[in-house]
């Protein structure tokens, strides 16, 4: 334990000095379990003795029998002891803090874990979050509140005398949030309330920044606490949401970074535990459209002792699911295709267009190869895709047809190697030693594209089953990016209660046109989901919310999202010439490395080709990363990337390096993501341009 340091009034001496005592009460409490535990581990050598005195017994003369049955009778006492639980990890064995007075008389103290936990003697109790009824007290109140709560048919009633925060890392406590007053312990030992420290120090906390113009706030200096556990953080509404019957479909809805996946993903925690079947786990899946999003999902489960259920990428899903429905080991994929052709393959305006083509006709051949076949004709018909061009008003533009039909017929032709089947194999190879038809259009042959995958699962279930195991829940992240297709299929994935979990934001739609959440609620097979809207935003100081809707223009929500936090102003930079830009850029992120190593940083351009060529200017630099593949690894420093990677992400700065008109034209598409890349801001944005600036930014 270590002595507050002067300076802190004497209420917050008196916390530390309780939440200390607290805390080593309830560590001792634990030692004292787990030794008990260790007596009670020899158990199962009790059983295997017990084994051998009975198979003893059954050969043994009598007048050795009354020894033996005296020893099986001890070996059985040891045995029907009750199971030891399993014990709270010592090095974080709670987050949260709450006493309740209770009207009728006296006192109860409880801890929030992620492990339920009773030691009598010493007057430890923690318990989950998950399903202790008086968690709801502790997210629906305030400390000083009055509650009131029925708990089965008893009606709980008292005030809430103490509500706390707290932060344990390995076994020692380091910080404390009650109400407004926020405690840090500092590496020498001792305790700062932080709004102090914050204001007195050059270094700036959230919300100030270093010198006026500069990048960082001093979120990402060395040796920065550890963060309240986000499972304690959660809001009443957010609560509300996770109160949802579990078999009940739930609608996510809010702005950027109001919680939608946090929510999400406690959800999924919360039905693991309520279907207590230890394969639970396998039977959910979290689907998202990005591999960095897929990335940090897992890293968020791991908290909540969910990593064992799988996170995949709307195209390792579908691929998965099609090797599954067809019995395939596996399925060429073309490694090239047209981006105007994957768009019309994902456009919802295909949907209505296919059902009207494929009538009421069943087709019973439903084998891959013979599905195939039959997309290979639809997509090849003119007047089909045609039809899809004009129902979507021309978001599918008119030469998405040539792409669509060339693409298709060079996919169709037999490869070259079958087509020269019994020729010499050396012969066909090039010189450097690649298959003649690589990079030529003939590598296409007899592959499909990532696109067609859910059309041809799509094609297989309305014709028959799907042949894959249903799902006891799925979380679909960024449901707004999911094609009508997609949703179908994952729909019919779902068992018969559709139990899902569905977080999207329309505004954020990047890949496909989206079709309403009413349409993709009935593409899943849902009449009826429980929906609640997110109010406040987490992520993002106001500023940068403040620009992420003056981007959206008017496509801006009309309620805007109750803003969490103030912050530093967002930086404007213009140079007449991108070479300055980059280099002004490097240097900041030079001097913001130095003063800020532990912070995470991401360049976000327009596109990967904008991505790569910035990046050529700060190689040099350690801790800097080319991120094109949604390969985060979330580990501090700069990670150079572009706006379709970083769905779902968020950084403690974000530099946007070619704000430009011709980036960021003035279309519904582009106002989208460019919020998407200004909303990934925790701390502070820049946004640097040159040559014409984009005019979805506010004029200089
Ligand atoms: N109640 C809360 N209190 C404090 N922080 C919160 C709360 N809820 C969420 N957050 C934090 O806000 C940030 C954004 O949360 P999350 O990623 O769940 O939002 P989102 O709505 O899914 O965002 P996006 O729309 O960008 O995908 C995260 O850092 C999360 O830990």
Redesign the pocket.
């Known amino acids: 334990m270590n002595e507050p340091t002067e300076g802190l009034s004497e209420q917050a001496r008196a916390l530390i000095a309780e939440e200390e005592a607290l805390l080593k009460r309830v560590l001792l409490a634990i030692e004292a379990a787990r030794q008990q535990a260790g007596r009670e581990r020899g158990r199962s050598e009790a059983l295997a003795r017990l084994t051998h005195l009975r198979d003893e017994a059954s050969t043994a003369v009598e007048s050795d029998l009354p020894a033996l049955f005296q020893q099986m009778d001890t070996e059985r006492a040891i045995l029907e002891r009750k199971d030891t639980a399993q014990l709270p990890e010592p090095h974080t064995p709670y987050f949260a803090h709450l006493r309740l007075r209770k009207h009728e008389g006296g006192t109860n103290e409880y801890l929030l874990g992620r492990t339920t936990f009773t030691h009598a003697a010493s007057s430890v109790r923690i318990i989950d979050w998950r399903f202790a009824p008086v968690a709801r007290v502790f997210y629906g109140y305030a400390e000083g509140d009055d509650y009131e709560e029925w708990f089965g048919e008893r009606l709980s009633e008292g005030v809430v005398e103490a509500r706390r925060l707290v932060v344990i890392e390995r076994g020692v406590l380091t910080r404390i949030r009650a109400g407004t007053l926020h405690l840090e312990r500092v590496p020498n030992g001792e305790w700062h309330e932080v709004g102090a420290l914050a204001t007195s120090s050059l270094a700036g906390g959230a919300g100030t920044a270093v010198r006026a113009g500069s990048l960082g706030t001093g979120s990402g200096e060395a040796g920065r606490a550890a963060r309240f556990d986000?499972t304690a953080?959660?809001?009443t509404e957010?609560f509300e949401a996770l109160q949802t019957h579990p078999e009940k479909p739930l609608l996510v809805l809010?702005?950027?970074?109001?919680?939608?996946?946090?929510?999400a993903l406690h959800r999924l925690a919360q039905l693991t535990f309520n279907l207590r079947a230890a394969s639970a786990p396998s039977r959910m899946k979290v689907v998202v459209p990005e591999e960095g999003l897929a990335r940090l999902s897992r890293r968020l489960l791991a908290p909540l002792e969910l990593r064992n259920v799988s996170v995949e990428t709307l195209d390792a899903w579908a691929y998965a699911s099609a090797c599954t429905a067809f019995g395939l080991k596996s399925i060429a994929l073309s490694s090239d295709k047209p981006a105007l052709a994957s768009k019309l393959k994902r456009h919802p305006a295909l949907r209505p267009v296919l059902e009207k083509r494929l009538g009421k006709k069943k087709l019973t051949d439903l084998s891959f190869k013979r599905l195939r076949r039959k997309l290979a004709e639809l997509l090849t018909d003119r007047t089909l895709l045609e039809e899809v061009v004009t129902t979507s008003r021309e978001d599918v533009p008119w030469p998405a047809i040539e792409d669509t039909v060339r693409h298709t017929m060079l996919q169709l032709a037999t490869p070259l190697t079958r087509e020269f089947d019994g020729f010499d194999p050396e012969a066909m190879k090039t010189v450097d030693g690649l298959a003649i038809e690589d990079s030529t259009p003939d590598s296409l042959a007899n592959t499909v594209d990532v696109e067609d995958l859910p059309l041809l699962l799509f094609l297989k279930a309305r014709h028959g089953h799907l042949g894959t195991d249903p799902l006891a829940h799925a979380v679909i992240d960024?449901a707004e990016d999911f094609s009508l297709f997609e949703l179908s299929v994952m729909g019919r994935q779902l068992g018969k209660t559709r139990s899902c979990t569905l977080?999207g934001?329309e505004m954020?739609q990047t890949s496909s046109s989206f079709a309403g959440w009413p349409a993709a609620l009935a593409e899943l097979g849902i009449q009826d989901a429980a929906t609640v809207r997110?109010s406040?935003s987490?992520?993002c100081p106001r500023p940068v919310i403040e620009l992420a809707r003056h981007v959206l223009g008017p496509l801006a929500p009309e309620a805007s999202p109750r803003m969490g936090r103030e912050g530093v102003p967002v930086g404007f930079h213009h140079f007449p010439e991108e070479a300055q830009a980059w280099l002004f850029v490097r240097d900041a992120l030079k001097d913001l490395l130095d003063r800020e190593p532990k912070a995470s940083v991401a360049v976000i351009a327009s596109t990967p080709e904008a991505a790569r060529t910035f990046y050529k200017v700060v190689n040099d630099m350690s801790a800097v990363r080319l991120v094109l593949d949604g390969g985060f690894t979330f580990e501090p420093g700069v990670d150079v990337t572009d706006v379709e990677s970083i769905?779902?992400l968020?950084f403690d700065y974000v530099i946007l390096p070619d704000a430009t008109a011709r980036a960021w034209p003035q279309a519904d598409e582009s106002r989208r993501k460019l919020h998407v890349a200004i909303?990934r801001t925790?701390h502070q944005l820049w946004v640097v341009s040159s040559g014409l600036r984009s005019r979805l930014l506010p004029s200089p």
């Open positions: 986000i953080q959660l809001d957010q809010g702005s950027a970074g109001s919680g939608k996946t946090t929510v960024e977080a934001d954020q997110l406040v987490y992520r769905k779902g968020e909303t925790s």
